[in-house]
């Protein structure tokens, strides 16, 4: 039986353009509002934190300097 990658987590590796899938999965969780964001739906990321963002402006406001 072939295991299904719905409702699972994905493990990714952030890059620069784009991001690597470490274990398959159908979403990620933001890392800060823990909003679940679909894979075909991320667009904002950290390389250095490697951490997923649900917007911009969640991303913008946690990686502004504090």
């Known amino acids: 039986m072939l295991m299904s990658n719905t409702d699972r987590p994905a493990r990714l590796h952030y890059m620069a353009n784009g991001f690597r899938v470490l274990s398959p999965g159908d979403h990620v969780v933001c890392a800060e509002s823990g909003t679940r964001i679909a894979l075909d739906d991320l667009r904002y990321w950290s390389v250095?934190?490697?951490?997923?963002?649900?917007?911009?402006?969640?991303?913008?406001?946690?990686?502004?300097?504090?």
């Open 48 to 66: 250095a934190r490697q951490a997923a963002y649900a917007s911009a402006q969640i991303a913008s406001e946690a990686l502004a300097p504090r």
